[in-house]
């Protein structure tokens, strides 16, 4: 039986808007899924839900290729409300500290 667990972060942007990310894994360090919702703008905005979509199965035992996929994605999107960077690396903090829990649960 594999366990889930769920890592968020919630980030507001000085004078600007606010932005949370939920991260769901199991214990093969697999995304189960990924919601990624506030009340920034995103264009176009089925780009944060291609984002959910791509991440969704794969591992963050390959980080590098994970990153790659934001940051493609973000490259294609004008955001507004949140820095582009800031969305990125909250993105990746947020991959970082689903691997630590991950290895955590496998006893590593």
Not at 31 to 49: C, H, K, L, M, R
Request: neutral net charge; glycine residues 6%; charged residues 30%.
């Amino acid at each position: 039986m594999t366990t889930e667990v769920v890592i968020d972060k919630e980030y507001k942007e000085p004078e600007g808007k606010y932005v949370y990310f939920k991260l769901v894994i199991n214990s093969e360090c697999s995304i189960v899924s990924v919601v990624i919702t506030g009340d920034f703008f995103a264009y176009p905005p089925e780009n944060i839900d291609r984002l959910s979509l791509i991440l969704k199965g794969g591992t963050l035992l390959d980080m590098r290729k994970l990153k790659e996929h934001v940051s493609n994605i973000v490259k294609e999107t004008v955001m507004i409300g949140i820095d582009s960077n800031v969305f990125k690396e909250l993105i990746f903090k947020l991959f970082e500290e689903g691997l630590k829990k991950c290895r955590s649960m496998k006893g590593k």
